[in-house]
């Protein structure tokens, strides 16, 4: 390729929409253009990108048995009835109807479809394992569609799906997508951490995150550099800590507290630290057959975390309570509110509540709380459970070590599905005594679009990208300085020649722009490296190497530098 035919308009100014450095960066660098909001357009270079993290992703589903199929993204609404996730998918699904007003939507995965598929094919125990996988768009009219590729609503997935004949089938399923997608991400240069995750709203009971990790990554992962527990910080445990074991109950006593609204104002009132607070929070829960409000009580010195209450409570969504409604389920503005005396609303507490002998809640009236509160004595305990968010520094579930914090990009999701789709959707097959039973599968994702952003988001400086060698959309770039210069172009032609010959990847900057151009534009876009071709060195018969990643610069002998290049190359690849 040749940057004069190269459809790459880069930008000098900063885009003022691009939220983070990946999509400024692909915006500057020319590789996207936004269509409309979440849906982007993908330039030659961000092709090429995507076309390499994709053939990964391929050769290592293929090597761990997986057959590529290609399913369709119009999914009709009959699939998604059987299912039942035609009711509670909410508005992330994108619907449509045909002319004859049927019902359809636009595939955000596709567990009914190949469901569909798998049932109407495979009838014999003998024909499973299956593990079946495609790789394609997806379309998701997410709440905020933002950070560029990161979180649109047209995107690019690997999905895969397994199908085995029992528990112990999918588990070694299970254990070849883990790591496959380990070497995956291993190939495509990336620093990742794989972490138990929530499997939300896909179900089934275990899953495992892959994180490429980054400062502006949303995920928080914990993680014990002692026993090697991670944990998505949705779903990292937590262990509850004693911390009134020396204290008695003492009486309940109503005191006025006139404009002491916050933790804070509680614990400069009463002279005690945020752990002898109980804090109430109204939670409105939606389910299919309705909103319930609930009550959660928690230490002051701790959050909620609503993937754990969204699971206890077993609905579709949570939502903190509106101020008029929780005034009208209590009495009071929020700041007075607590669960004593609460008529009709379950009370769900943190496991470390019980723990506490004297604490201090609202008391339900405007400028009063009540303090040496006694959980379960003075207010009811309808459910106890693990529901708070647990922090950095705080003892490791396993081993007790305390745990560590990193930001995480989500690239990869494996889920155990087990019978979820199998059972509403009737897959079944027949064993080896000809009894039928229920298939059991497995869900596998990889974000390809979010891959390529996340890899950016990692690996970036103030020029621009710097692409591991693996992804990058062309490994060297050959820049003349003066493509005028009759010497110059000719061995730049040569270098470009060989270096074709030798099937390295190589693109020649033959612009007719001044050199400070030309190197902008290449460590904007990232190369991994960079042949110059200057007067100076190329007396000596030389040529300028430089390395993006490692800004090293090394002077070769013009006969040796395509040789040079490609060692360096095949040595990235396969080490
Ligand atoms: P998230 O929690 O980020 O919304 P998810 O749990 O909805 O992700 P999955 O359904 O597991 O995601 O999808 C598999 C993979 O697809 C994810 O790991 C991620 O890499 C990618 N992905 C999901 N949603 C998007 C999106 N809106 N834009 C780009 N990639 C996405
Ligand atoms: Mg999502």
């Not at 000596?540 to 190359?569: L, M, P, Y």
Request: glycine fraction near 8%; include cysteine.
């Amino acid at each position: 390729m040749r940057t004069s035919q190269l459809l790459a308009p880069t930008l000098r100014e900063e885009p003022a929409e691009a939220e983070v450095i990946s999509h400024r960066l692909m915006l500057r660098a020319g590789m996207i253009r936004k269509t409309t909001s979440g849906v982007y357009t993908y330039l030659p270079l961000a092709q090429r990108v995507l076309f390499k993290i994709a053939t990964i992703i391929r050769e290592e589903m293929n090597r761990a048995g997986g057959q590529e199929v290609a399913l369709p993204i119009i999914q009709p609404a009959e699939l998604w009835q059987e299912s039942g996730r035609w009711a509670v998918y909410g508005d992330e699904l994108f619907r449509l109807q045909d002319r004859h007003d049927r019902d359809f939507c636009l595939g955000p995965t596709h567990e009914e479809i190949i469901t569909d598929l798998v049932r109407g094919e495979v009838h014999s125990y003998k024909q499973l394992p299956q593990l079946l996988y495609q790789i394609q768009n997806k379309y998701r009219d997410e709440r905020r569609p933002r950070f560029g590729l990161m979180r649109a609503r047209e995107f690019i997935m690997k999905d895969l799906y397994s199908f085995d004949r029992d528990a112990a089938g999918l588990e070694t399923s299970y254990r070849k997508m883990y790591e496959a997608y380990t070497r995956v991400f291993q190939r495509c240069g990336l620093k990742f951490r794989a972490v138990e995750a929530d499997p939300g709203a896909i179900g089934g009971n275990a899953s495992h995150e892959f994180m490429v990790l980054a400062g502006s990554g949303e995920a928080v992962i914990v993680y014990c550099n002692e026993c090697g527990y991670a944990a998505n910080v949705e779903k990292a445990e937590a262990r509850p800590e004693l911390s009134q074991e020396d204290l008695e109950p003492c009486d309940l006593e109503l005191v006025s507290t006139p404009g002491v609204r916050t933790v804070e104002d509680g614990t400069a009132f009463f002279g005690i630290t945020p752990k002898e607070i109980i804090k109430t929070l109204f939670y409105e829960a939606e389910y299919e057959t309705g909103r319930e409000l609930v009550a959660v009580v928690i230490r002051g010195d701790r959050s909620i975390n609503e993937v754990k209450l969204l699971n206890r409570l077993g609905c579709l969504r949570v939502e903190m309570a509106s101020e008029a409604r929780i005034k009208e389920a209590t009495g009071a503005n929020p700041g007075f509110v607590g669960p004593i005396g609460l008529q009709g609303i379950r009370i769900l507490a943190d496991a470390e509540i019980p723990l506490m002998v004297q604490g201090v809640v609202g008391a339900n009236q405007d400028n009063y709380h009540y303090r040496g509160v006694n959980p379960g004595r003075d207010f009811p305990l309808d459910d106890v459970a693990d529901l708070r968010i647990v922090e950095a520094g705080e003892p490791c579930p396993k081993c007790g070590h305390p745990l560590a914090e990193s930001y995480g990009i989500e690239v990869g999701h494996i889920f155990k599905l087990g019978t979820k789709y199998s059972s509403a959707m009737n897959a079944y097959y027949l064993d080896d005594k000809g009894q039928k039973q229920l298939m059991v599968m497995g869900c596998y994702g990889i974000g390809v679009s979010r891959t390529m952003a996340a890899a950016i988001e990692q690996n970036y400086d103030a020029n621009g990208i710097k692409w591991p060698v693996a992804i990058a959309p062309f490994q060297v770039i050959v820049v003349p300085v003066s493509y005028q210069d009759d010497q110059q172009r000719q061995v730049a032609e040569m270098l470009y020649e060989q270096l074709l010959n030798l099937g390295v990847e190589v693109i020649l900057d033959d612009r007719l722009e001044r050199a400070g151009v030309k190197f902008k534009d290449a460590d904007l876009i990232g190369y991994p490296y960079r042949i110059t071709i200057g007067p100076k060195a190329l007396k000596e018969g030389q040529v300028e190497i430089s390395c993006r990643f490692t800004d090293q610069c090394s002077h070769v002998k013009v006969e040796e530098a395509a040789e040079w290049v490609a060692n360096q190359i095949h040595q990235q690849l396969h080490s």
